[in-house]
């Protein structure tokens, strides 16, 4: 019972921004968005996660709505590497730690 | 961040056979995880491993099946036990690091004839 839905598939130019969207309309106030990248093969990549304020690392920036009931990751400079599959989750509260609920996610390619 | 690593990384099994995945963290965490990704599929989690006490199941997942064990705050088992050819998959582990976050193992391809 994932809490998100995302494209199955996405692609954009290498340099470019690639933005990748999320839906979580259903998402609780205490609920956090999390995105992890799963390259070919290996195991998922924890790329960056937010409540409600926006967010930016070395790998990402986060943009969530005000309503939160979506966002967009960023990935501001796409490269060729950054070909994976990008899942957004919402972290459910478990007793005393939380668990990952994986979607489908989002393939994306980045042409050359 | 913790660096996990996973036994067998891939393995070829016979029907009707079980097959035991180990599961390392580098250093100790507080939670341990053990996902199913199937042949194209996303990531299913299969149980949370509680270390010195029974594993918490999700549902499609029982125990029979599943075997899992956590003897300590670093180490946890998978068994896949009976195997069919619906049971080829990717098997991950994922551990919560204190302060860290949540990451994941390598994974074990498993492949059943």
């Known amino acids: 019972d994932a809490k998100t839905t995302q494209p199955p598939s996405m692609d954009c130019a290498e340099g470019r921004a690639a933005n990748l969207p999320c839906n979580h309309s259903t998402i609780s106030g205490n609920e956090y968005v999390y995105w992890y990248r799963q390259i070919h093969s290996q195991g998922p990549q924890y790329i960056i996660h937010?409540?409600?304020n926006n967010e930016t690392n070395e790998m990402a920036s986060l943009i969530i709505t005000e309503d939160r009931k979506s966002s967009t990751l960023i990935l501001p400079h796409a490269t060729l590497r950054d070909t994976a599959v990008y899942y957004c989750i919402v972290r459910l509260r478990m007793d005393s730690s939380y668990k990952l609920i994986f979607g489908s996610g989002t393939r994306l390619l980045v042409r050359p | 961040s913790a660096v996990i690593s996973q036994k067998p990384s891939r393995d070829i099994c016979q029907r009707g056979t079980s097959l035991t995945i180990q599961c390392q963290v580098d250093s100790q965490v507080t939670m341990m995880f053990w996902y199913r990704q199937q042949p194209g599929q996303s990531l299913t989690l299969i149980a949370t491993a509680n270390q010195g006490s029974e594993a918490t199941y999700e549902s499609g997942f029982v125990i029979d099946k599943f075997p899992i064990s956590r003897p300590n705050l670093t180490f946890s088992t998978l068994t896949v036990s009976n195997m069919s050819p619906e049971d080829s998959s990717i098997y991950l582990c994922s551990v919560e690091a204190v302060a860290s976050g949540r990451f994941f193992g390598p994974g074990t391809r498993l492949t059943v004839l």
């Open positions: 937010g409540l409600k």
